[in-house]
């Protein structure tokens, strides 16, 4: 079954020449042409395997769909935007995207793009189950089972979105190891992200607000200066 991907663009030429493009690679496409229409389709029909969004949408902006999205849902969101100032690829990072490609850009990339975020897969029928606990006290014992795609916080389940489920599981499985910027780039984004480290810092500091006893001191995730990030379990 070909992957389902939800376009939301107020431009119509635009709309229309990315779901042709993507209809070319074999996607199967639905349209939106503000926020609160896809918002409307993903509530009535279910989220897609993939969003392209752009930023400046009339109405409800592409930023506040973004955390609409991630409220209720993990589903893979890339940010297609004409703005490519650092302010607006760290907002779109911290509301929730997952990639981000500047217009006007290459439509082989893109799907490349699609097709990595879309390996991110949770569950391994075929791996033994296995459970990591993060963070051991009592009164907030904290569960990551990578096969499930599973993270529990004192029994409740802590929402994650695909990128960072997988960074955590890429931290825990090399547990005490200081791990680059670049090697995280390389594992979690497959080729990276058009070479700029600072989605790493994104990405950790929203972790950090969901699985830390205290975000502002965390001492999970830990930032080794001038290295990288290491995970050390909590007792």
Same mark, same amino acid.
């Given at each position: 079954?070909?992957?389902? &991907?939800?376009?939301? $663009?107020?431009?119509?030429?635009?709309?229309?020449?990315?779901?042709?493009?993507? $209809?070319? $690679? #074999?996607?199967?496409?639905?349209?939106?042409?503000?926020?609160?229409?896809? =918002?409307?389709?993903?509530?009535? =029909? #279910?989220?897609?395997?993939?969003?392209?969004?752009?930023?400046?949408? #009339? #109405?409800?902006?592409?930023?506040?769909?973004?955390?609409?999205?991630?409220?209720?849902?993990?589903?893979?969101?890339?940010?297609?935007?004409?703005?490519?100032?650092?302010?607006?690829?760290?907002?779109? %990072?911290?509301? @929730?995207?997952?990639?981000?490609?500047?217009?006007?850009?290459?439509?082989?990339?893109?799907?490349?793009?699609?097709?990595? &975020?879309?390996?991110?897969?949770?569950?391994?029928?075929?791996?033994?189950?296995?459970?990591?606990? *993060?963070?051991?006290?009592?009164?907030?014992?904290?569960?990551?089972?990578?096969?499930? @795609?599973?993270?529990?916080?004192?029994?409740?389940? !802590?929402? %994650?979105?695909?990128?960072?489920?997988? %960074?955590?599981?890429?931290?825990?499985?090399?547990?005490?190891? !200081?791990?680059?910027?670049?090697? *995280?780039?390389?594992?979690?984004?497959?080729?990276?992200?058009?070479?700029?480290?600072?989605?790493?810092?994104?990405?950790?500091?929203?972790?950090?607000?969901?699985?830390?006893?205290?975000?502002?001191?965390?001492?999970?995730?830990?930032?080794?200066?001038? *290295?990288?990030?290491?995970?050390?379990?909590?007792?």
């Amino acid at each position: 079954m070909n992957a389902q &991907l939800l376009i939301v $663009e107020d431009d119509t030429r635009v709309r229309e020449s990315l779901r042709l493009a993507m $209809e070319d $690679e #074999g996607y199967t496409v639905a349209e939106a042409e503000s926020a609160e229409n896809a =918002l409307d389709q993903v509530h009535s =029909l #279910g989220a897609p395997d993939v969003m392209l969004v752009d930023l400046m949408l #009339g #109405g409800m902006d592409g930023y506040t769909y973004i955390r609409e999205v991630r409220r209720e849902h993990d589903v893979p969101i890339i940010v297609v935007s004409a703005r490519d100032d650092t302010h607006d690829v760290v907002a779109a %990072l911290e509301a @929730g995207a997952d990639d981000f490609v500047t217009k006007p850009f290459e439509v082989k990339e893109l799907s490349a793009r699609i097709r990595a &975020l879309r390996r991110r897969t949770r569950t391994n029928p075929d791996r033994e189950v296995t459970e990591i606990v *993060l963070d051991a006290a009592a009164h907030r014992r904290l569960i990551l089972c990578p096969e499930r @795609g599973a993270l529990r916080l004192a029994g409740e389940e !802590v929402h %994650l979105t695909l990128t960072e489920f997988r %960074l955590l599981c890429e931290l825990a499985q090399n547990d005490s190891l !200081v791990l680059s910027r670049q090697v *995280l780039l390389d594992k979690i984004w497959d080729r990276g992200f058009f070479g700029d480290e600072r989605i790493v810092d994104v990405h950790v500091r929203r972790l950090r607000t969901k699985i830390e006893r205290d975000p502002a001191d965390p001492q999970l995730i830990v930032t080794v200066r001038g *290295l990288g990030y290491r995970l050390d379990v909590q007792s």
